[in-house]
C-alpha cells in the first residue's frame, strides 16, 4: 500500500525566513511528485511538481527530490505570512494516476 | 489550466438519501478523478472517472456506494448513495491532462460540503 509521510506541525517559521516542509513516500515505483497548498476552508491549489532528482525552482519555491531516499521536500524562502497554508505532498506512480496525498503540514508564519 | 466547477457547493442531507455532485469543466480532459477529503483529514481518492466506461475503484470504495459517471470528456457526477453522518466530508473532483508531456499535474475543483445528519 503506497503511504506518504508529512511532519503534521504545526511549523512555526518567522516571516522572512525560509520553511523547509518534508515528505517521504513508499513506493519506489512513484514517478511524479506534487506539492499543493491548502487555505482552511478552500481546496488544494497546485504549487509545484517534480520528477526528476534534484532541485526545482519557481519564484520563492524549491522542490527537492531524491528518489534513492524517498524523499520530497519543499523550501520556500522569504516567507510571508500569506503563505500561512497547509501544504500537502502528493505522490503518483507513472502515467496518469490518482494521487497518495500525506496527512499535510500546518505552516504558520509569525509576521 | 482548466477552469473546473462544481454543484452543489455545499449541502446538508438526511441519513439514507442520496446526493449527485457534478464536475463540470472548461475544457476537455483526459482524465477525472474524485476524492473525499473527511474533517481534519486529507485527502484520498476514491475512483477514476473513466469515459465511456466503469470507474475505477480504489480499495474501500465500491460502485454501490459511490457510483460515477462520465458521459463526455468534460463532465462527470458522483452519487453519494444511502449516506450516513460518516459521509459528511469535502467532495473533490480533480482533473488531469493525458495527453500533455507528463507529469500530469492534477487541479482541483473548489469541492462540495456534504453534512449528513
Known amino acids: 500500500q503506497k503511504e506518504v509521510e508529512q511532519n503534521s506541525g504545526p511549523l512555526s517559521v518567522p516571516e522572512g525566513a525560509i520553511a523547509s516542509l518534508n515528505c517521504t513516500y513508499s513506493?519506489?515505483?512513484?514517478?511524479?511528485f506534487f506539492w499543493y497548498r491548502q487555505y482552511s476552508g478552500k481546496s488544494p491549489e497546485l504549487i509545484m511538481f517534480?520528477?526528476?532528482?534534484g532541485d526545482k525552482e519557481d519564484g520563492r519555491f524549491t522542490a527537492q527530490l531524491n528518489k534513492a531516499s524517498q524523499y520530497v521536500s519543499l523550501l520556500i524562502r522569504d516567507s510571508q505570512p500569506s503563505d500561512s497554508a497547509t501544504y500537502l505532498c502528493?505522490?503518483?506512480?507513472?502515467?496518469?494516476?490518482?494521487?497518495?496525498f500525506g496527512k499535510g503540514t500546518h505552516l504558520i508564519i509569525q509576521p | 489550466s482548466a477552469v473546473i466547477s462544481q454543484k452543489p457547493s455545499r449541502d446538508i442531507c438526511q441519513r439514507g438519501t442520496s446526493l449527485t455532485i457534478q464536475c463540470q469543466v472548461d475544457?476537455?480532459?483526459?482524465?477525472m478523478f474524485w476524492y473525499r477529503q473527511q474533517p481534519g483529514q486529507s485527502l484520498t481518492l476514491i475512483a477514476t472517472?473513466?469515459?465511456?466506461?466503469?470507474?475505477?475503484?480504489e480499495s474501500g470504495f465500491v460502485i454501490d456506494k459511490f457510483p460515477i459517471s462520465r458521459p463526455n470528456l468534460t463532465f462527470s457526477t458522483l452519487t453519494v448513495s444511502n449516506m450516513s453522518p460518516e459521509d459528511s466530508s469535502i467532495y473533490l473532483c480533480?482533473?488531469?491532462?493525458?495527453?500533455?508531456?507528463?507529469?500530469?499535474?492534477?487541479?482541483f475543483g473548489p469541492g462540495t460540503r456534504l453534512t449528513v445528519t
Open positions: 480533480s482533473v488531469e491532462d493525458a495527453s500533455a508531456q507528463g507529469p500530469y499535474e492534477q487541479y
Open positions: 513506493d519506489r515505483g512513484s514517478q511524479s
Open positions: 517534480i520528477y526528476s532528482n
Open positions: 502528493a505522490v503518483a506512480g507513472g502515467g496518469a494516476d490518482g494521487l497518495t
Open positions: 475544457s476537455q480532459v483526459t482524465m
Open positions: 472517472a473513466n469515459q465511456g466506461s466503469e470507474a475505477t475503484y
